[in-house]
């Protein structure tokens, strides 16, 4: 079709009409895209076509250059619209749909990732898979424009072994998922064993775990934090304290905007993938607001206190809730966004700003990294630090001549380290300047696309997240913004049956919700109750915990399914324990059960934490290393639970002092109560009904503690509270 100019218009595909970002992108490519949905299936039984299923991610750089390259193509686009039913799907939306075909894939090719290409039968049963694939055929990889007709001629002549190898491939799936192995006892052992692996795979030159490409994986991270804490071993804190350093030096950083992206293609944290992830900065705003508390370093709680900034400027919407990521490419130049020139940095700051910018973050004139493609230095700079910054607290209205004028008084009375510590202060305080300088000249370029949906799962973590950092830095901000993202969740991707929506996006809410939407928001009001001890927050964990037991979990073998039993899974429902760049929503759920055990006396809810933990200690006994976050439910179990409640007025001093001190020192295993003593009939009394007799005492904020079951006496003295909590 023209326009009145004479120009062609592209005409929409089936995608114009969804809300996912990702498949808006797609939109208007030639290739006849469907949305997953029965649509879709129908129309490839109709035609007797076979189905071309595309799985990618809106951040995600290799989906781009396959679009651009393929999809956008119309050669390919013939191809596919006359032989195939194509379908697009975010795997971030229906993670469900992508681990079942991602499983497909690595059995057959040994491999996985994302674009995720898989051709199957109409009733969803896969024949072949792979990840990227090329327009045309080169370096081994077998092009779409010989792949295409060479899978269209064989459904034509040799449908029947299709069909059969499909079969054959949908059985092994579904009996590999259902699979149930002997349980064995969990204990110590495995909690050592994860270590150790740790210990093998750690890279105590610059942190982390492995070689290139390195990812954060910030929950072995707090697993070791715990694994200190019980064992007093002072390697696992190193460890964890060298890659906390290493990666917030490195470029995986964004030193001027912050926030974390997402992994470092290099060992050394310098070259990242560019892309932002929410849950990126959830799980690792609380490794550093865990090391903070274990160790009391400054620069562990800034840079967390960083990433919230980040979170709170770019990925908080206007209704509260927090967007999924930021794209690793603009201007269709991955990383272009957040690198520099000289030039640039040359012309964005005075020459003392540029001298201190220069030496603090390494930049070059020839560029400080590599060009994959050349091998030469690529021209741009990604802004690191050779030395842990020192973050020194100063009065904030101190102009930088005021610190100029006491650095020249502390030179004239030779006063050493106050001219030392006013120095430091000084360039900390200039290099803040020029950091905001070239924020505000970045601010001017384009932007990398953001994924603007709201996924109930991330949002959960990011709760929980933020809920620690109002516990340990005592910043209002922090548990304000976690109360409006799960008031706006709670509002608008929860219904009166107890059932929660995945994905909400431009006012609407789709796609039954996860396992992991069930335990990473439960997880996140656990934490925003335990911050601001609103008992509406406790309640609404306690009955997104009870729908999850009702509809998700197996009850032959135990644990819990990725899908509920309302929801439509292609080939089997799986069960996963397995931790990738998030917590598997098992683990998180066995430390909700426990912990929402302990908070109301429910036995019933340790006794299905440790079933799910049965139902999947073979696996965790083999490979304690792929779960760590069911190991740290596994250290809650296996050590002493301080179960502690505060009577008196939320409010008023002496409880505020109680809360803070708890909150200072790392105690991971302990759940907290508070039962106010300024109200008649306190509501935590009906959740927790073991609190009913506990009262203040002498008028003031008094600590029950609790310990396996073993109570000592109150008090209302913060020292020897602390001193009950590492004595019972």
């Known amino acids: 079709m023209n326009n009145e100019t004479g120009e062609t218009e592209e005409k929409p595909n089936h995608l114009i009409n969804e809300k996912n970002p990702y498949l808006l992108q797609h939109a208007y490519n030639p290739v006849n895209w469907y949305p997953w949905g029965e649509g879709a299936f129908e129309k490839a039984k109709n035609e007797d076509k076979p189905i071309f299923l595309s799985i990618g991610y809106s951040t995600c750089h290799w989906c781009h250059v396959m679009e651009k390259e393929s999809f956008e193509d119309p050669e390919v686009a013939r191809l596919l619209n006359e032989n195939f039913v194509s379908i697009k799907v975010d795997r971030e939306e229906h993670p469900d749909i992508d681990?079942?075909?991602?499983?497909?894939?690595?059995?057959?090719?040994g491999r996985g990732g994302w674009p995720l290409t898989i051709i199957m039968t109409p009733d969803k049963k896969p024949f072949s898979a792979a990840t990227y694939l090329p327009k045309e055929s080169r370096f081994g990889l077998t092009g779409l424009v010989d792949l295409l007709p060479r899978i269209s001629d064989m459904w034509s002549k040799q449908k029947r072994e299709l069909v059969n190898r499909a079969e054959q491939i949908a059985s092994s799936i579904e009996e590999f998922s259902t699979k149930q192995p002997e349980p064995q006892e969990l204990g110590n052992q495995e909690l050592d064993t994860a270590y150790k692996s740790l210990l093998e795979n750690y890279d105590p030159?610059?942190?982390?775990?492995?070689?290139?490409?390195?990812?954060?994986?910030?929950h072995n991270l707090m697993y070791l934090m715990r694994y200190w804490e019980r064992t007093s071993s002072n390697k696992a804190l190193e460890m964890v304290e060298q890659t906390l350093k290493c990666m917030r030096k490195g470029g995986i950083f964004d030193h001027i905007g912050f926030g974390f992206h997402r992994y470092s293609t290099d060992r050394y944290w310098l070259v990242p993938h560019f892309e932002k992830m929410l849950y990126d900065q959830a799980l690792l705003s609380m490794a550093y607001t865990e090391a903070y508390q274990a160790t009391g370093k400054t620069e562990y709680a800034e840079t967390a206190k960083d990433v919230f900034t980040y979170v709170l400027r770019d990925l908080t919407s206007k209704e509260g809730g927090?967007?999924?990521?930021?794209?690793?490419?603009?201007?269709?130049?991955?990383?272009?966004?957040?690198?520099?020139t000289y030039e640039e940095i040359q012309n964005s700051l005075s020459k003392t700003e540029t001298n201190i910018v220069t030496n603090l973050f390494n930049l070059k004139k020839e560029g400080n990294f590599i060009d994959e493609k050349t091998g030469k230095p690529s021209g741009k700079n990604i802004p690191h630090l050779l030395d842990t910054p020192l973050y020194i607290d100063a009065e904030p209205d101190e102009t930088l001549d005021e610190f100029h004028k006491k650095l020249n008084e502390a030179h004239e009375k030779r006063e050493v380290w106050k001219q030392n510590l006013l120095k430091t202060i000084y360039s900390q305080k200039r290099l803040e300047?020029?950091?905001?300088?070239?924020?505000?000249?970045?601010?001017?370029?384009?932007?990398?696309?953001?994924?603007?949906k709201i996924l109930t799962d991330w949002n959960g973590l990011m709760i929980a997240a933020l809920s620690k950092g109002a516990q340990v830095f005592d910043d209002n901000r922090y548990s304000d913004a976690a109360r409006n993202a799960a008031d706006f969740i709670l509002e608008n991707m929860y219904n009166s049956s107890g059932q929660l929506m995945h994905r909400y996006r431009d006012g609407e809410s789709a796609v039954q919700g996860f396992v992991d939407d069930y335990a990473f928001l439960t997880w996140g009001l656990i934490e925003l109750y335990e911050t601001t001890f609103e008992v509406k927050y406790l309640k609404?964990?306690?009955?997104?915990?009870?729908?999850?037991?009702?509809?998700?979990?197996?009850n032959k073998n135990g644990g819990f399914y990725f899908?509920?039993?309302?929801?439509?899974?292609?080939?089997?429902?799986?069960?996963?324990?397995?931790?990738?760049?998030?917590?598997?929503?098992n683990s998180v759920a066995i430390?909700?059960?426990?912990?929402?055990?302990?908070?109301?006396?429910?036995?019933?809810?340790?006794?299905?934490?440790?079933?799910a933990m049965q139902t999947f200690s073979k696996a965790l006994s083999w490979n304690p290393l792929a779960?760590?976050?069911?190991?740290?439910?596994?250290?809650?179990?296996?050590?002493?639970?301080?179960?502690?409640?505060?009577?008196?007025?939320?409010?008023?001093?002496?409880?505020?002092?109680?809360?803070?001190?708890?909150?200072?020192?790392?105690?991971?295993?302990?759940?907290?109560?508070l039962k106010p003593d300024n109200v008649e009939s306190p509501e935590i009394v009906n959740i927790a009904g073991f609190t009913r007799n506990m009262s203040s005492q002498d008028g003031k904020a008094t600590a029950h503690i609790c310990q396996n079951y073993t109570c000592s006496l109150p008090t209302t003295d913060v020292t020897d509270m602390i001193e009950s909590l590492k004595n019972i």
């Open 627 to 673: 779960s760590t976050h069911s190991m740290q439910a596994l250290d809650f179990v296996q050590g002493s639970v301080n179960e502690i409640v505060i009577t008196g007025d939320f409010q008023s001093e002496d409880t505020q002092n109680m809360l803070k001190s708890l909150r200072s020192d790392f105690i991971p295993r302990k759940i907290v109560l």
């Open 99 to 109: 681990s079942i075909y991602m499983d497909v894939c690595q059995a057959l090719t």
């Open 205 to 218: 030159e610059y942190g982390g775990f492995g070689t290139a490409p390195k990812f954060p994986s910030p």
């Open 540 to 554: 609404k964990a306690l009955e997104l915990n009870s729908y999850l037991i009702s509809h998700f979990w197996d």
């Open 433 to 452: 300047v020029a950091r905001r300088k070239l924020f505000e000249a970045r601010e001017k370029r384009v932007h990398p696309a953001k994924d603007d």
């Open 563 to 585: 899908t509920s039993d309302t929801a439509d899974s292609p080939i089997v429902r799986k069960k996963e324990i397995y931790d990738g760049a998030i917590p598997s929503g």
């Open 591 to 611: 430390m909700n059960l426990l912990r929402l055990g302990r908070m109301t006396g429910n036995l019933e809810l340790e006794n299905k934490a440790s079933d």
């Open 322 to 340: 927090f967007y999924s990521a930021l794209d690793a490419d603009s201007e269709g130049v991955e990383g272009k966004f957040y690198t520099w």
